[in-house]
């Protein structure tokens, strides 16, 4: 891989991480928070789970519409 190649990448990289942070910020806090602390801060649901006083099923479920929200955010920032 080149510098130029190499930067580019990187470039890329910048720009779809600054899209998922605008798409999370549109979450709902509940949302957001799950996901912020299963994917930046690597809890498990269970861990979770007794952060938030609930369950872990009700977590698994609530990270699952997340996501597909964030999908959607992100499908949303896209086309503009």
């Known amino acids: 891989?080149?510098?130029k190649e190499n930067m580019?990448?990187?470039e890329e990289y910048n720009e779809?991480?600054?899209l998922i942070n605008r798409a999370l910020?549109?979450?709902?806090e509940n949302y957001r928070e799950i996901?912020?602390?299963?994917?930046?801060s690597d809890y498990s649901y269970k861990e979770i789970a007794e952060i938030?006083?609930?369950?872990?099923?009700?977590?698994?479920t609530k990270a699952s519409r997340a996501r597909e929200r964030l999908r959607?955010?992100?499908a949303k920032l896209i086309k503009y």
Request: hydrophobic share 30%; proline share 3%; with cysteine.
């Open 72 to 74: 959607e955010e992100v």
């Open 16 to 18: 779809k991480e600054e």
């Open 52 to 60: 938030k006083g609930s369950n872990e099923n009700a977590i698994c």
């Open 35 to 40: 996901l912020e602390l299963s994917i930046y």
């Open 8 to 10: 580019y990448k990187k």
């Open 1 to 3: 891989i080149t510098i």
């Open 25 to 28: 910020k549109k979450l709902p």
